[in-house]
Each structure stands twice: as C-alpha cells, then as structure tokens.
C-alpha cells in the first residue's frame, strides 16, 4: 500500500509509470479537472464525505435534505452547460441575458447564506454546505460566462438573445423595496434576500425567450440545463411550503403575509418555465433519447 504523504505517491508514480492503490497519477487527475461532469461529482463526494465527518444529516428532517438538494440541481444544469460547450466548442443557444442574472443572484445569495462568526449557523454544517454549494454554481456560471464573452465569442446567437435584463434588474431592485417577506435578521436582510429571490425567478426568462426566437428546437444540453433548474425550483417551493411560517415578525393582522408573498413568487417562476416543461416532459416520456434536441412547437414558451 502506497504511504498516504504526496511526495511518497509522486515517487511512486513516477517509479512505476503508474498509480497503484490509492494514489492517482498526474495524469489521472489532469483529465478529471478538465471534465466537467467528473469534477463536479469529485467535489459532491469529498463534500459529501466532509459534510458526513461534520455531523451533517445524522439526524437530517425534510427541510433538511430539500435545501442540499436544490443547490446540487442547480449544480448539475450548469456542468451540463459546459459539456456542451466544450464538446461542440459553441455557446449557440445559450443565454448570455441568463448567464448574467445568474451571476447577480449566485453573488447575493452567497452573502446572504454566509455563516457570520458568533451567529448559529456559524456552528452548523448544514450552513457550510449550502454556501459551499453556492460557491460553486458561481465559480460555473462565470466560467460559462467566460467561454460565452471571450473563448466562443463569436458563436453567441445575439439576434436571439433579444430579452434586455437592464430593466428586469431594475424592477427586481424596486420592487424588493416596496414588497418583501419580513425576517428576523432584520430589514437590510430582508430586502438583500427579496431582491436576491426577485431575480432567481426571473433569470431564466431570457433563456426561455431565447428559445421560443431560436425556430423551435432546443439542442438537448440546454433542455436539460432549464428542466434542473426548474426542477431546482420546484424543490424551492416544497421547501418553503414546509417552511411556510417564518415566525411572527412575518404576519401583518394575524396574516401570514411573508410565507404567502414567498409561495406566490416561486409559483410565479415555475409559471414562467411550465409551458416549456410541459413539452420536456412530454418529448422524455414518450421515449425520446435524452441526446435528442427537444423541437418545440411555433406556440410554445412565446
């Protein structure tokens, strides 16, 4: 058995040409950082190992288990993403509208989901996870925004992407101001979270515009990466019906203002894709190779 120290498995290595036992080669490693999808699964299980040694999910309830899995979808549709765009070298189909909104919302909820010294989280590793889970869904969006603006510049389909977020970012800021759920954490928090939450439900609406301009087929990897995020959604909404009551600081009058405003606006971001996943569903259901592109019909997600 190879000694568990570095330097012993690169002598090893190199001594036998190739890893033995427990030591990856160079090589080994070199191709597992450049897939995408092995990556992401290598990271999932030596999160998943750490979050175990933490004492993470002993003793997990439903919530618990909702709020790690809605962050991994999330995960999953953007390494699929870059799949596609590594294997067919092309951002053709993409979003860069999505991609940027996704950006502002990946940024606001990591800080609103950082662990401060002194509070419970801070001490929890649930809390670790999730932010840990965030970090990563924004180190792969930037890096697909990165292919998207320089590497494959030239095959974004601008004349398709024709849904400005200019204006959507704006509604989003004002109308967090005007309305939002009431947290313990306070106003600032409050509002920080809203704006956050405003923005994740609309972020997908250019890449949904996107397709319906695009002549009704949809290549399969970005079919894929809209159904998780959808499904990510869905998660956010049983979540938040298991969690429907946020506390008093949430009612006004004896009504439950906040666990209402929250349910409404995830319910409204599912609406935005439903039309969509109606025919996803529908086209996998039926047999179709989840390789095939999805063709839409002239109707659908206008």
Known sequence: MCPPHSACCAEYVHSKGQAGGSCASVKDLAV???????????FLALGGILFSMCGGLRTAKIKDILTIASPILEGFGLVILQMKIRHHASVRGISLMTMIMYVLVYSLRGVAAFPLPGTLSWYFADSWAVFAL?????????????TMCITYRSTYQSEFDVLKIQNIVVGCVVLAAVLHPSFMQGALFSYLWTTCLYLDVSALLPQVVMMAHGGGLVEAPISHFVAATALSRTVDL?????????????YILGFNFSGWLIMIVHIFGLLVVADFMYYYVKARCSGQALTKDLELPEHAVV
Do not use: K, M
Request: proline share 5%; hydrophobic share 55%; charged share 10%.
């Open 238 to 250: 049983w979540w938040w019906y298991c969690g429907f009551d946020i506390g008093p600081q949430g």
């Open 134 to 146: 965030l970090v990563a869904s924004l180190v792969l969006v930037l890096d697909i925004l990165r």
């Open 32 to 42: 597992l950082v450049q897939s995408p999808l092995h990556a992401y699964i290598s």
